[in-house]
C-alpha cells in the first residue's frame, strides 16, 4: 500500500534502506518480510520461533537513525528536513501473532501478549518523534479472520462461528482488541507530544470496505489467486512459489494474492479508502 500512498503523493515508490544504489530523496522504506514488533529473544522466551528474519522493529528504527545520520549534520538540520515528511509507522505486530497462532499458542495467551507489542509499537513512534517526524501514521491490524490462511487452518461448519462476510469472528474480535489498544496509546502519546500529528490508520474497516467492493464488483473474495487445493485454494505445505502451484488467470480479480498478501489491485483499493480517511486528519499545508 505504501507504493500506492507515494503514488497518490506525486511520489516515485519508496526504495528499501538496503538498496545501497537507490535515490533516498523522496523517502526510504526499512521494513522487513516476516518482521514483527517484538525481538526474536522476547519472543523465543514465549517458546515463539521467529522463523523468517531477526530484523524485528528495533532493528529497522536502529537502520531509520543511522540513515538521518547520514544525511543530517545535526538534529536541526534533521527536524528542517522532516517537517513535509510523512511516516508510515506499519502495520507492525501482525507477525507476532501470527507466529504464535500457527506455533500452537491460545487465545488467551495471544491476549496476553496485546500490551507488550502495543507497548513496542508505541514506544517505536515515540522513537519516530524523537528524530523529528512530525506527522505520524500508525496502522491497525486487518480483520485477520479474513485471510485464507487461517480460514483454511481454523475452517469450521458452524455458523455462529462466522460473521456476515463468512470471517471467522474469534480472530477478528482478537484483531479488534488489537486495534482498540493500540488507539489507546495513540491517544496518550498525541497528549505526550502535541506538536506532532500522529493519525491511526484504520487497516479493519479498509478491508471490510475492500471485501464490500470486492463483492459488488465480481471480485473472488474468499480464495487466493496463487495456490492450490481447499476451500479457499490454500494448502500451508504448499504454498504460492511451489513447483506445480498455480495462479490465476486474472489477479486482478482476486482480493487475495497467496492466502496471506493481498493482490496489487487489492492494495490499490485499500490504499484509496485509506488516503481518503486519514488525508483531512495530517493537517498537511500547500
Not at 505526550?192 to 459488488?216: C, M, T
Not at 481447499?230 to 511451489?242: D, I, L
Request: glycine share 8%.
Amino acid at each position: 500500500m505504501i507504493d500506492y500512498i507515494a503514488l497518490d503523493a506525486g511520489l516515485p515508490f519508496v526504495p528499501p534502506y538496503k538498496d545501497r544504489d537507490a535515490d533516498f530523496r523522496h523517502g526510504v522504506n526499512f521494513a522487513v518480510a516476516g518482521s514483527t514488533a517484538l525481538p526474536s529473544h522476547v519472543l523465543a522466551a514465549k517458546h515463539i520461533v521467529s522463523p523468517v528474519t531477526t530484523s524485528s522493529l528495533t532493528i529497522q528504527l536502529g537502520w531509520m537513525s543511522t540513515h538521518f545520520n547520514s544525511i543530517c549534520l545535526n538534529h536541526r538540520e534533521c527536524a528542517e528536513k522532516l517537517q513535509t515528511a510523512l511516516f508510515m509507522v506499519g502495520e507492525i505486530g501482525g507477525n507476532d501473532y501470527n507466529y504464535a497462532i500457527f506455533q500452537g499458542k491460545t487465545m488467551d495467551e495471544l491476549q496476553s501478549m496485546v500490551p507488550e507489542v502495543v507497548h513496542a509499537i508505541i514506544n517505536g513512534v515515540r522513537r519516530v518523534i524523537s528524530l523529528g517526524a512530525t506527522r505520524v501514521v500508525v496502522p491497525g491490524n486487518f480483520p485477520i479472520g479474513c485471510l485464507p490462511i487461517y480460514r483454511t487452518a481454523f475452517q469450521t461448519n458452524m455458523l455462529a462461528a462466522h460473521d456476515e462476510n463468512r470471517c471467522l469472528k474469534q480472530l477478528n474480535d482478537f484483531a479488534t482488541y488489537h486495534n482498540e489498544e493500540l488507539q489507546q496509546g495513540i491517544e496518550k502519546l498525541q497528549q505526550e507530544h502535541p506538536n506532532a500529528v500522529i493519525v491511526y490508520a484504520d487497516y479493519y474497516n479498509a478491508y471490510q470496505y475492500l471485501l464490500r467492493f470486492g463483492k459488488s464488483h465480481g471480485f473472488d473474495t474468499e480464495r487466493a489467486c496463487c495456490g492450490s487445493g481447499g476451500k479457499y485454494s490454500f494448502n500451508v505445505t504448499r504454498m504460492c512459489g511451489a513447483p506445480g502451484v498455480g495462479v490465476c488467470a486474472d489477479p486482478g480479480r482476486f482480493l487475495s494474492w497467496d492466502g496471506v498478501h493481498l493482490t496489487q489491485q487489492a492494495y490499490k483499493i485499500m490504499a484509496g479508502w485509506l488516503v481518503h480517511d486519514i488525508f483531512t486528519n495530517l493537517h498537511c499545508q500547500f
